[in-house]
């Protein structure tokens, strides 16, 4: 399986951006990196998702270098509603089936 | 849209005792996970679907866990019998599924309590 490894916590200060780095060295051809927001007592979210280069929504962007073995997650002037647990993930493929697991995950802490 | 909705949200029950929790996906997807998260493992995949046909159990814990999905709008993941190690959130998630892409969409959450 394409393991992929963050930072277990970070803390930034409100109006801050924060980046987010996740390492996925054994990415496969065919893997989309995507990353998501899980807040205390709801199910993650989807944030972001990109393949290559630089991608950018309304919440958040995402970098990935060439080599894609690895992704950041920017979040730009976080607020304090920005605490929560981020994860990227990868999907597996292989004999027809896929697995989509997610790592540890990075909590972030905004403080004021 | 409503999107991905389970039930209970909450159940205590006491070891020993069959437990049920239901998922209602995303109308038009056709990709259903189950996950459960704990603090010490975090979130783990447990069975797939895609088009109603389970594709990889091999997250299932023990043959206690079984899940069903007789159409593509409800499925079950049923625990029996239950233990106190079992106590968890236990997430469903659907998606439509595309080539290198998916983008699930999860549901609140059913937390578990065995006593």
């Known amino acids: 399986l394409a393991k992929t490894t963050q930072p277990i916590s970070m803390d930034s200060y409100e109006g801050q951006e924060v980046n987010i780095t996740c390492s996925h060295n054994n990415i496969a051809t065919n893997d989309y990196i995507t990353w998501y927001q899980q807040f205390p007592s709801q199910g993650p979210r989807f944030i972001i998702q990109g393949y290559k280069t630089k991608v950018t929504n309304e919440v958040a962007s995402l970098f990935i270098p060439a080599d894609r073995k690895s992704s950041t997650l920017s979040l730009p002037r976080v607020s304090l509603s920005d605490t929560a647990v981020y994860y990227c993930?990868?999907?597996?493929?292989?004999?027809?089936?896929?697995?989509?697991?997610f790592g540890k995950g990075t909590k972030l802490s905004v403080i004021p | 849209d409503a999107g991905v909705i389970q039930s209970p949200r909450h159940e205590v029950t006491e070891m020993g005792q069959e437990v049920t929790l239901r998922c209602k996906p995303i109308s038009g997807h056709n990709s259903l996970f189950w996950y459960r998260q704990t603090m010490m493992r975090g979130l783990e995949l447990l069975i797939y679907f895609n088009n109603n046909v389970p594709i990889d159990d091999s997250g299932m814990p023990e043959d206690r866990f079984s899940a069903k999905m007789p159409n593509a709008s409800f499925s079950t993941l049923k625990i029996q019998p239950s233990e106190p190690r079992d106590s968890a959130v236990y997430f469903c998630?659907?998606?439509?599924?595309?080539?290198?892409?998916?983008?699930?969409?999860f549901g609140a959450g059913s937390r578990l309590t065995v006593l």
């Open positions: 993930l990868l999907r597996y493929s292989g004999a027809g089936s896929y697995q989509l697991t």
């Open positions: 998630a659907s998606s439509r599924r595309e080539s290198g892409a998916n983008v699930l969409t």
